[in-house]
């Protein structure tokens, strides 16, 4: 037989008659025991008529109905409808599910009765914020005096009464450490409904797993303190890391160790911490500085593995220092490496130029040669390694590099190879230029600037012109002068510097304070050579030598040439 067609055994549901009693009810927001009492706080009888009646009247509730001075609770009215219904159960049934009727219904469902006996059309609930309340009964202010004059109902009394406060209040001193009588005000405050604040969590936090295994909530957004040594060049060399870094260490390569040997925690879980991270880092970094005493931070970002590229601004300071300016600005020397003492070091100078990058580079500076490595030991660290590093950080004069910031032995233009081999280095260090002597650099600097200009704004490099800017180099031109752009220290240069260079020195320099004291070293200018420059212009030409001397250096020298 169709499905339409089959017989339908489901009985219909009792109907009953909505001709019933209206009524109105009272949400009390108080466990009410005694009924006559719960009424007595609302107004009374009569106070619920009137607002049944009248729907713009509210009920108040009043805990202390005998004080005239409390605020009141008001109710807000709802008439939407709902039916009462009387339920009967076997005796003892819903005392049997602790007063649960649902669950007494849920048992009983063949054996109970429903009955509708009414309609609720009216429904006054205390949902508001209560006011804040002050008790009076203890003011002698208003139990002796404000009472009676506010039941007397006599306005020309409350006058009188009102005067003489004010005279009184003149004449009267107020100790500063004594309470004020004063009766309550009216309304303390403005809204009686709650504020919904919508409470959301930090963004920037999130939880952790800690090396015990707890859950610890934390702030992403707050850097934490990184104990990075800067040097001025004339400080002592650091040949090690601050107390702080070494015990730090030693504490969490001793975590590592009780984790590994703990048979409950996974190796997974242990190599993905930051402890783990960070040691292992550091014993690759360790291999890179043993192989090359001086980097800079691109260099070190390409080969150090992803996975671990946010814990390396922590690792370095195990390993290197940095100096604030000088011919080694911007690098990383490995503890114990005094770039000033051999001129060995010539090689690990940086030049860093002020020239506007082609906005359509591409993001090579920001890869990682390795993608994941799980532990330093697992790799070999030697020349072939370090060779890897692409063309694209490195100036060769025919490809445009990713980066602003060159050491002086990775520099592969073939004009600047030849000016480097064909100059001794300075028997000593020079402050500013290192182990070159200022006429080479400005030539060097003359190349680049003007290569990186042609390459960066896809134009040909014009020889006789890059000849003539060469041959115009002078070294009164170089030492003080520098819009040429390059190193160290001039902020004056156009465009833009290498900026994430800058950037993460400077995130570095803001959480250190350095525990070398600058060294007694005599850097005396020479005076006879400031004069030479000097007697070569006017001083009545004063727009010549700007630029040529710095305001520290006049006040270095004697007070006869200072005064010029």
């Excluded at 009693?21 to 619920?48: Q, R, W």
């Excluded at 008001?74 to 005392?95: C, M, R």
């Excluded at 009102?162 to 009267?172: P, W």
């Excluded at 000016?419 to 200022?438: M, Y």
Aim: hydrophobic share 35%.
């Amino acid at each position: 037989m169709p499905k339409q067609h089959q017989k339908d055994n489901r009985k219909l549901a009792k109907t009953y008659s909505l001709d019933i009693p209206h009524y109105s009810s009272v949400e009390f927001p108080l466990n009410v025991v005694n009924n006559d009492k719960a009424v007595e706080l609302i107004g009374g009888k009569s106070k619920i008529n009137k607002s049944i009646v009248e729907d713009n009247i509210p009920l108040e509730l009043r805990l202390r109905p005998d004080d005239a001075y409390q605020h009141p609770i008001n109710s807000s009215l709802a008439t939407n409808e709902n039916l009462l219904v009387k339920i009967k159960l076997p005796k003892g049934e819903l005392n049997k599910y602790n007063n649960d009727i649902s669950k007494a219904i849920m048992n009983n469902k063949n054996n109970f009765e429903l009955e509708p006996v009414g309609l609720v059309n009216k429904n006054f609930k205390f949902r508001g914020i209560a006011d804040f309340q002050i008790y009076t009964k203890s003011s002698e202010f208003i139990s002796n005096d404000l009472n009676k004059i506010l039941s007397s109902y006599d306005f020309h009394d409350v006058v009188d009464f009102t005067d003489s406060l004010v005279t009184e209040g003149k004449n009267k001193k107020i100790d500063a450490k004594s309470n004020l009588d004063l009766p309550p005000l009216p309304v303390y405050a403005k809204v009686n409904v709650p504020f919904h604040y919508n409470y959301n969590s930090n963004k920037s936090s999130s939880t952790v797993m800690q090396e015990n295994g707890r859950i610890k909530l934390i702030n992403k957004k707050v850097p934490s303190k990184i104990y990075s040594i800067f040097v001025n060049i004339d400080d002592p060399t650091p040949t090690s890391p601050i107390p702080n870094l070494v015990s730090q260490l030693r504490e969490m390569e001793k975590i590592v160790k009780d984790q590994f040997e703990n048979p409950t925690i996974k190796n997974f879980y242990i190599k993905n911490t930051f402890n783990y991270q960070l040691i292992e880092c550091i014993k690759f970094v360790r291999k890179l500085f043993d192989i090359k005493p001086i980097w800079i931070r691109k260099h070190l970002n390409y080969l150090i593995p992803e996975n671990w590229r946010n814990v390396t601004k922590y690792a370095l300071p195990h390993v290197s220092y940095s100096m604030k300016k000088g011919p080694w600005r911007q690098t990383y020397i490995k503890y114990g490496v005094d770039p000033k003492s051999n001129s060995m070091y010539l090689s690990y100078q940086t030049e860093n130029f002020r020239v506007q990058k082609d906005s359509n580079d591409n993001n090579i500076e920001s890869k990682s040669m390795i993608a994941y490595l799980e532990s330093a030991d697992d790799i070999e660290v030697n020349e072939s390694f370090l060779s890897k590093i692409p063309d694209e950080y490195f100036f060769d004069g025919q490809i445009s590099p990713v980066m602003m910031t060159f050491q002086i032995g990775d520099i592969r233009d073939p004009l600047i190879k030849k000016i480097l081999q064909n100059v001794e280095p300075n028997t000593k260090v020079d402050v500013n230029n290192g182990w070159l002597d200022s006429i080479t650099l400005g030539k060097i600097r003359t190349i680049i600037r003007y290569k990186l200009l042609q390459l960066n704004s896809n134009r040909p490099i014009d020889q006789s012109k890059l000849t003539s800017l060469i041959d115009n180099v002078k070294a009164e031109e170089v030492d003080n002068n520098e819009s040429i752009e390059a190193n160290n220290n001039n902020d004056d240069a156009d465009g833009n510097v290498d900026e994430e260079e800058e950037a993460e020195e400077d995130d570095q320099q803001e959480e250190f304070t350095s525990p070398f004291k600058k060294a007694d070293v005599d850097n005396k200018l020479d005076e006879d050579d400031i004069l030479n420059r000097l007697s070569k212009y006017h001083a009545a030409d004063i727009s010549n030598i700007v630029g040529l001397l710095k305001q520290e250096d006049l006040m270095d020298i004697n007070a006869g040439v200072s005064t010029i």
